[in-house]
Nanobody, 115 residues
Framework: QVQLVESGGGLVQPGGSLRLSCAPS????????MGWYRQAPGKQRELVAR??????TDYADSVKGRFTISRDNAKWVFLQMTSLKPEDTAVYYC??????????WGKGTLVTVSS
C-alpha cells in the first residue's frame, strides 16, 4: 500500500502563489507515476499536472505557464502555483499510479483563491 499526504494549501489572493507538497510513504518502490488533480465544488475531479511513466509531464491547458510540477529523489511531488485565479479554487489531490495495479489518492488539500 501507498499513503499520500498533501500539504501547502490555504487562502491566497488572486495573482498570488502557493506551493503544494505530496509526501508518499509505504510501498514507494511500486510507484511509477504521480500527479496532481483537483475538484472544485459541483465539478468532476480533473487533471492538473502529472509525471507520466516515462518521466514526461502533462498539464491541463488551464494551468500551462502558471503551474509547475516537480519531484525529488524521495518521490515527493510538488506543485508550484503562480498567478492564481479564483477558478483555481478547489481541493487538490495527489495521485500515485503503481505496479500494484492500484491508484492511490491522498485526502486532499484545499486551495482557496479569493480577495
Amino acid at each position: 500500500q501507498v499513503q499520500l499526504v498533501e500539504s501547502g494549501g490555504g487562502l491566497v489572493q488572486p495573482g498570488g502563489s502557493l506551493r503544494l507538497s505530496c509526501a508518499p510513504s509505504g510501498s514507494i518502490f511500486s510507484i511509477y507515476a504521480m500527479g496532481w488533480y483537483r475538484q472544485a465544488p459541483g465539478k468532476q475531479r480533473e487533471l492538473v499536472a502529472r509525471f507520466t511513466r516515462d518521466g514526461t509531464t502533462d498539464y491541463a491547458d488551464s494551468v500551462k505557464g502558471r503551474f509547475t510540477i516537480s519531484r525529488d529523489n524521495a518521490k515527493w511531488v510538488f506543485l508550484q502555483m503562480t498567478s492564481l485565479k479564483p477558478e483555481d479554487t478547489a481541493v487538490y489531490y495527489c495521485k500515485a499510479e503503481s505496479t500494484l495495479n492500484i491508484d492511490f489518492w491522498g485526502k486532499g488539500t484545499l486551495v482557496t483563491v479569493s480577495s
